[in-house]
């Protein structure tokens, strides 16, 4: 067993199907704002560890 499934069924009691899509709406989310500040060229790695960390305490 990896880390990565140990932590996982640790946390959260096992890998299951609703915490896959999660996982997904949160990497769709990610990239969806990293492609709309690149567009306003609002792009700064600054703004964006302060808004992943607001993602990940809130």
Same mark, same amino acid.
């Given at each position: 067993? @990896? ?5 996982a069924? %640790? ?5 299951? +199907? #609703?915490?896959? $899509?999660?996982? #997904?709406? !949160?990497? !769709? @989310? %990610?990239? $969806?704002?990293v492609?709309?500040?690149? %567009? #306003? ?6 703004? +964006?560890?302060? +808004?992943? =960390?607001?993602? #990940? $305490? =809130?």
């Amino acid at each position: 067993m @990896d880390r990565g499934s140990g932590a996982a069924s %640790y946390l959260f009691g096992g890998w299951s +199907g #609703v915490l896959g $899509t999660l996982l #997904v709406f !949160f990497i !769709f @989310d %990610y990239l $969806t704002g990293v492609a709309a500040a690149g %567009y #306003v060229g609002g792009l700064k790695s600054k703004i +964006g560890l302060i +808004g992943i =960390a607001r993602k #990940v $305490t =809130a």
